[in-house]
Each structure stands twice: as C-alpha cells, then as structure tokens.
C-alpha cells in the first residue's frame, strides 16, 4: 500500500482499497455467506442485527435481519471467515493504517451486513463510539482521543448502502450537521453538508475511522452481503473495550474457538482480545456498557 493510501485515510477518515480477497477465497466466503445468511433469515442463528434496532442489544423482536453477528463463532462452523480475517493481505493494511506491527493485533468483531427481506431499514447518523448529544466540548474532548482500531466493509456485491462524511472523524459537527444527527433516521442522507455515498464494487473494501460521522440506508430489494470488521492496535489498552465488548464476545474467550484459529499469529491477536475482556470492565460479571442507545 502506498504512502498516499495511509496519508488520505488520516486526512478524510477513509480509504477504498481493492483485491484483499483473491479468487479461490471470494468463492469460500460467497458460499459461507450464503449458508449463514440462510440460517440467519431462517431463524436457527440468532446472533444478528435484528430490524427495527439499529445498535447493540438487537434483541428478537422482529424476524428481519440486517446483520450476522460472529462470523467466527464455531457454532457457525465456517473456517473460511478466520482464515480470510487473519489473511496476510488484510493484516497488512490493517497494521499500516494503524502504524503498528503484526504482533500489536488485537482481534475484534467480524460480521455480515446484509439486506433485509421485508422491510427497508436506515441507520440514523452516528459516530459508533460517541453520543450524539455530546456538548462540542464533549465531542471534541472524545475526538482528540487517539484512535487504536481500523474498522472496514468489504463488498461481495455492489454495495451503495453506506454514506459518510469525509474529515468528520476529527472534527466536532456544525450546528446543521448536529441537527441532522440527533436521532433520527435520514430522509435523505445527501442532506448531511459535506457527505457522500460510498459505492463499493465487488472485492472492494472501505476502511474507515469509526468516529467519521455515517449512516446507512438498506434496501430489501437489493442483495447486499458485506464483511464488516475491525481490528485494533493492543497498545490501545481498554481504550476500545466499551466499543468492541458490547457485542457480547464471551464466547471468544473459549478454547473451543482458540482451536478454530488457523495459525499462532491469529491465536496472538486473540490473546490481545482477552486481556481486554480481562480489563476492560465487561464480561467478568460486570455489566455491559453500551456505546449509544437504541
Ligand atoms: O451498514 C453499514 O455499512 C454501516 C454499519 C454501521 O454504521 C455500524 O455498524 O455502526
């Protein structure tokens, strides 16, 4: 990756990188997906986005789905998802965008976004990790806190669904901007000043900051299938321990899921995931923080 990919992802919060899966592995992870998808829509995996809630807890109250939760979890039996996740190429834009090496990995989340079948469904503007009623002192104050994580969506199909607002991820939001995210789903995404719609084609990954202002809008119609995840930089600490924990990872801490891993490398990474459970106030009895209401 070139020097002027890292230096646009710093400056506007995102940067659009194709070929990080290659042939033989976009077929695995077209035919996992399929599978997951179809256990997911037919109701026997319900670690899932649910319709209607648009940020953890999803709940079950309605059997439309935009999401698969854990792609990795051994319930779902999948191994092409580890092996892609930990897959050199992606390792090595992850650790060049966050300025570290492949030791100081931490592994993360690792979803499906995918279209629901009955309903269309939009995610409001947000930044994942920071209120949308925080004071501009407030906002700034969490900005300025220095980013240790890289979170991507790599498109399977043609994927129009995410808007963002490129710089935003540094920048406290204007009054029209502050307006436009306080809650409610968009009309219009374009109205949000300064966005735009990412359009991937297939192969494609955006890479984005996850305190760059977005939303998404999801259309029943239109097939999507698109590998949402993120990683972080261990020396981070707890730092992204509310974010990342309150997706209820528990199950990560098993051996059970440490045997799946394909290599020692992905098995470190892990480890780095561990300690934060250990630290990072959730899952050792504590309660689960959530990041932004429903
Ligand atoms: O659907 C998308 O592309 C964005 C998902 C998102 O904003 C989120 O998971 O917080």
Redesign the pocket.
């Known amino acids: 990756m070139g020097t002027d990919l890292k230096a646009h992802y710093e400056k506007h919060g995102y940067v659009i990188i194709p070929g990080l899966i290659d042939s033989e592995g976009r077929s695995e992870l077209e035919q996992a997906c399929e599978r997951v998808v179809a256990r997911t829509r037919e109701g026997s995996w319900l670690h899932r986005?649910t319709v209607g809630k648009?940020?953890p807890p999803y709940g079950q109250d309605n059997p439309d789905s935009?999401?698969v939760q854990h792609l990795m979890h051994p319930g779902l039996n999948e191994p092409a998802f580890a092996k892609w996740y930990t897959s050199p190429k992606l390792l090595g834009v992850a650790t060049e965008l966050l300025g570290c090496e492949v030791e100081d990995l931490q592994m993360e989340l690792f979803?499906l976004?995918i279209n629901p079948t009955s309903h269309d469904f939009a995610?409001r503007w947000?930044r994942?990790d920071v209120r949308e009623n925080a004071t501009p002192e407030e906002e700034l104050k969490a900005l300025n806190i220095w980013h240790y994580g890289v979170q991507w969506?790599t498109a399977l199909y043609v994927?129009s669904?995410?808007y963002i607002v490129p710089g935003s991820q540094s920048v406290p939001r204007t009054k029209e901007q502050r307006r436009l995210s306080s809650g409610q789903t968009p009309e219009n995404p374009l109205d949000m000043p300064g966005s735009i719609k990412?359009i991937l084609q297939p192969g494609e990954t955006v890479f984005y900051n996850?305190n760059i202002l977005?939303?998404?809008t999801?259309s029943s119609k239109e097939k999507r299938a698109?590998l949402?995840g993120c990683m972080g930089n261990a020396k981070g600490g707890a730092s992204r321990a509310r974010n990342i924990l309150q997706h209820e990872l528990d199950w990560m801490k098993e051996e059970e899921f440490k045997c799946t891993l394909p290599n020692s490398a992905a098995r470190a990474m892990l480890n780095k995931l561990r300690v934060m459970q250990l630290n990072g106030g959730s899952g050792q009895g504590g309660e689960i923080s959530y990041s932004l209401q429903n």
Request: hydrophobic letters at 30%.
């Open positions: 986005r648009q940020f935009w999401g979803n976004l995610l947000h994942d969506n994927d669904c995410l990412v996850s977005h939303c998404a999801y698109t949402h």
